[in-house]
T-cell receptor
Framework: GNSVTQMEGPVTLSEEAFLTINCTYT??????LFWYVQYPGEGLQLLLK?????DKGSNKGFEATYRKETTSFHLEKGSVQVSDSAVYFC????????????????FGQGTILTVHP | DTGVSQDPRHKITKRGQNVTFRCDPI?????LYWYRQTLGQGPEFLTY????????KSRLLSDRFSAERPKGSFSTLEIQRTEQGDSAMYLC?????????????FGQGTRLTVV
């Protein structure tokens, strides 16, 4: 079955540091890949996504590239801010209905990020 | 559009009692999902509906769990004879089935504590 493995946290950084959170996956076929973020007291929010190999998803300064050869989707940000402190989840979804929509999500265990001023 | 709404936000119940949670999806979304998240873990898929039809159930969904979406709008998740192992955050998400777009939108969840 499908599975997602994220680097273990917590990750603690100083403001303006470079961030990488590793994510690798196991899936049949060509899944779509996602990063979700959960800020304290809030629900899960989609941060970015990529639907095919070599696609780069980006949002709010975060980026991740769909690497089929290494089955990876690592999250990066060049300069983190205190407001980026949150839990980050990597996830995948099979494409269904001939690739026209997403199916259920399989999540990694989450990585806690804390950014200090 | 107020997003996905879940009620209650918190529920404390005694072991053996039944509980029911409600989810109101984004109004035009025809697909609705339930997930369960335990402390320190990512959400795990429980079940999903397309309109009123329940199309898939996880093996995590034991016989004590039942979900409905009677008119293809809101959904309820009931847990009968709760056990301490049922303590978790129960998340609801909704999406459109006919295009990829932004994928699923999540509610803030219902935190269940079984004492």
């Amino acid at each position: 079955g499908n599975s997602v493995t994220q680097m273990e946290g917590p990750v603690t950084l100083s403001e303006e540091a470079f961030l990488t959170i590793n994510c690798t996956y196991t899936a049949t076929g060509y899944p779509s890949l996602f990063w979700y973020v959960q800020y304290p007291g809030e629900g899960l929010q989609l941060l970015l996504k990529a639907t095919k190999a070599d696609d780069k998803g980006s949002n709010k300064g975060f980026e991740a590239t769909y690497r089929k050869e290494t089955t990876s989707f690592h999250l990066e940000k060049g300069s983190v801010q205190v407001s980026d402190s949150a839990v980050y989840f990597c996830a995948l979804s099979d494409k269904i209905y001939r690739g026209t929509s997403y199916g259920k999500l399989t999540f990694g265990q989450g990585t806690i990020l804390t950014v200090h001023p | 559009d107020t997003g996905v709404s879940q009620d209650p936000r918190h529920k404390i119940t005694k072991r053996g009692q039944n509980v029911t949670f409600r989810c109101d999806p984004i109004s035009e979304h025809n697909r609705l999902y339930w997930y369960r998240q335990t402390l320190g873990q990512g959400p795990e898929f429980l079940t999903y509906f397309q309109n009123e039809a329940q199309l898939e159930k996880s093996r995590l969904l034991s016989d004590r769990f039942s979900a409905e979406r009677p008119k293809g709008s809101f959904s309820t998740l009931e847990i009968q004879r709760t056990e301490q192992g049922d303590s978790a955050m129960y998340l609801c998400a909704s999406s459109l089935s006919f295009r990829q777009g932004p994928g699923a939108f999540f509610g803030q969840g219902t935190r269940l504590t079984v004492v």
